[in-house]
């Protein structure tokens, strides 16, 4: 059988959450089948993993010009559909093309923009529902990351439950690890200017991340006797909130609340970090805090598991289905709840690492591969 697959966003250089699921989704497939042909559709010129992917006999990589920057897709990629359709097409992590085979496969993470319109532009949302209610629709099969997001496709979509298959997300665990090597992790503290003890959050610094709520939770730790307050040379004796990730829908206001409450010296944002230097910021941390107020699945749990970091999580979307009995839950709306959480794991030194057991022993359960082979077993049906 030839399986053609959408293969644009994992070859993105700045890989997100939908990124490297695709990246790593296509890895696994083309490695565990061996007996069907492979052809990844690309709009740009190959990156070097690209190319060493299409050195495999059950590979080709196809790159399919288009002379504009959008509707790539919908276009070009329909109309290769149209002209050479492969048996069976899987879309990991884009729009379904308008023209496709009857054997398609949509990867759908979560509805988001649905529940948290205004993070997004009004031309993105439209996009995103008309899409999103497209492959509902017409593909044959439906893939998603968590039996959360499965309700909220039939909530939000009317998708039929009985097409959609839920297929946990992995993580690198050649990468996500404990570091064994202490100047390993000291190189990339220093590269960042980081100090410990610090609290780490990762994650687009917006609204939806509860990135606000996590930083009053800070606010209130100062004011509790066991965190040491800031000297009057600036620098904090007590513990520092390190926030990776690119800014994001209401930053200005966050910015607005770490000024307010003399956090300037306390909050540390280092913009986007490169994937390679994620484990050594786990591994440095007292303490992951991940808040969020939805999450299709929430990869960074996985991460901060396996690279043994105590979690403090939100209890809400699909983030206690991700992280079982790994994490310590609150509530994401209720800020003293939060410090409170915060302050348990950095005093309590057996809780902390009761919680590391546990992550480790939790992130056991899954794997890229895993997540590639139900996929491959969905795409064998056809």
């Known amino acids: ?23 790593h989704v296509i890895e696994n497939l083309v490695k ?13 010129e190959p990156d070097a993993w690209l190319k060493k992917i299409g050195e495999r006999a059950n590979v080709k990589v196809k790159r399919l010009r288009w002379p504009v920057k959008f509707l790539w897709t919908q276009g070009r990629l329909s109309l290769e559909m149209l002209l050479h359709p492969p048996q069976a097409l899987f879309i990991p992590a884009s729009a379904v093309p308008v023209i496709h085979p009857r054997n398609t496969v949509a990867a759908i993470h979560d509805v988001g923009f649905m529940t948290y319109p205004k993070v997004y532009g009004r031309w993105q949302r439209w996009y995103l529902k008309w899409s999103t ?16 997001s499965k309700r909220e496709l039939v909530k939000y979509f009317a998708a039929d439950h009985n097409k959609i298959s839920v297929t946990p997300l992995g993580y690198d665990a050649a990468k996500f690890k404990i570091i064994e090597n202490r100047e390993e992790i000291n ?20 609204r939806k991340k509860n990135v606000d709520g996590l930083v009053k939770a800070l606010a209130i730790l100062q004011n509790t006797p066991f965190y040491s307050p800031p000297s009057q040379g600036g620098e904090s004796r007590g513990y520092k909130l390190v926030l990776a990730g690119s800014p994001g829908y209401g930053w200005q206001e966050i910015e607005k609340i770490i000024k307010e ?28 805090v991940f808040p969020s107020l939805y999450e299709g699945f929430g990869l960074s749990l996985l991460e901060a598991f396996a690279c043994g970091a105590p979690v403090v999580s939100s209890n809400a979307t699909s ?40 992550g480790l022993e939790r992130v056991k359960n899954f794997s890229w591969e895993r997540c590639a082979r139900e996929t491959l077993k969905i795409l064998s049906e056809f």
Do not use: C, H
């Open 1 to 23: 059988m030839i399986i053609g697959i959408d293969a644009s966003r994992a070859a993105k250089q700045n890989k997100t959450g939908v990124e490297w699921y695709a990246y």
């Open 32 to 44: 565990l089948d061996t007996s069907d042909q492979f052809v990844l559709y690309i709009q740009n």
């Open 133 to 148: 209610k497209f492959a509902a629709k017409r593909a044959k099969t439906i893939t998603t990351i968590s039996e959360f």
């Open 187 to 206: 190189n990339v503290l220093a590269k960042y200017n980081i100090s410990q003890p610090f609290i780490l959050s990762v994650g687009r610094l917006e």
């Open 261 to 288: 409450n003399n956090l300037a010296e306390e909050v540390i944002t280092l913009g986007y970090v490169d994937d390679d230097d994620l484990p050594a910021l786990y591994n440095a941390a007292t303490v992951f």
């Open 319 to 358: 983030l206690p289905e991700v992280g079982g009995e790994a994490a310590l839950y609150v509530d994401p709306g209720d800020i003293a709840a939060l410090a409170k959480a915060m302050q348990a794991i950095l005093t309590d030194e057996n809780l902390r690492q009761e919680l590391v057991n546990k």
